[in-house]
């Protein structure tokens, strides 16, 4: 289903302060649906705080504090009668390092759509099925589905929680370098999924890694100090960037 809106997410003029220090500075951009958008940019310029900003996990810091608006398909999430639980429900999220639940492969997944009220067994069972086939994890788990999430390796931990995020089937799916902590291999996989998830979700995927944004995304953001420097097609900042300080990063002299 098509919205009426233009863009899935629009950020408009966003700044971000914990306690006295600006991280974020006047950050307009959006996000389509159907596609992948990369947010590149060297350690520290505020890449996370970007993206947590979607789902509002920085409204946990004490000291965080914003001006702007995000605004998703046409609401502003930070609306004072914004409801930060839907919010979540359409936001999902996969963390650098895979953190599943020391619990179950299955409960793992049947988690979130338990704590949303559904607790139909046959309903929880194909989502199960569901969502680790669609995390290319399910031939591997099929047969061990009792078994504790965290015997499995990193690799698989971070489909899983793939898997997880994709539980309660939210539009938009948030990644915070989400292979940084994986061997190639395993790296590899979850690039390839990636991009078979995007026709069917908005992903946002934060690196530091250019030529992973390159390979999966097609948008691309880069981000120094805090400033949006350049945002655009990912093809045409990869053969032509603009700003010298972009194709500084992307050609390694900086980050
Ligand atoms: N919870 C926090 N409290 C205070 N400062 C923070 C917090 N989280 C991040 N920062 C600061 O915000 C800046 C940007 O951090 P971050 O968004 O994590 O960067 P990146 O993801 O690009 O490495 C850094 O200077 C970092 O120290
Ligand atoms: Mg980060």
Redesign the pocket.
């Known amino acids: 289903m098509k919205s009426d809106y233009e863009y899935h997410i629009e950020i408009e003029n966003l700044c971000t302060w914990?306690?006295e220090?600006q991280?974020l500075k006047n950050i307009t951009c959006y996000f389509e649906d159907s596609s992948v958008t990369a947010i590149m940019?060297?350690?520290?310029?505020?890449?996370?705080?970007?993206l947590r900003s979607i789902n509002r996990l920085n409204d946990l810091?004490d000291?965080?504090r914003m001006t702007g608006k995000i605004m998703l398909q046409g609401e502003n999430i930070y609306a004072p009668d914004a409801d930060v639980y839907e919010l979540r429900r359409r936001v999902g999220m996969v963390f650098q390092r895979p953190n599943p639940f020391p619990m179950s492969i299955r409960d793992n997944i049947t988690y979130g759509p338990r704590l949303h009220g559904l607790h139909d067994s046959d309903e929880l069972e194909r989502i199960v099925e569901h969502t680790l086939r669609r995390a290319a994890l399910w031939d591997e788990v099929k047969d061990n589905l009792d078994q504790p999430a965290l015997n499995l390796s990193g690799g698989q931990q971070q489909r899983l929680c793939i898997a997880r995020a994709l539980s309660i089937d939210p539009p938009i799916l948030l990644m915070?370098e989400p292979v940084s902590a994986l061997d190639p291999i395993s790296a590899a996989k979850i690039e390839d999924l990636i991009m078979q998830l995007k026709k069917d979700y908005t992903i946002i995927l934060?690196t530091?890694n250019v030529q992973q944004a390159f390979r999966v995304s097609d948008q691309a953001a880069f981000?120094y100090l805090?400033e949006l420097v350049e945002f655009d097609k990912t093809k045409r900042i990869a053969e032509a960037p603009e700003d010298p300080r972009t194709e500084a990063f992307i050609t390694g002299r900086i980050g």
Not at 41 to 50: H, I, R, W
Request: a positive charge; one cysteine or more.
């Open positions: 914990f306690g220090k991280i940019g060297p350690s520290g310029c505020g890449k996370s705080t970007l810091v000291s965080f915070d934060v530091h981000l805090g």
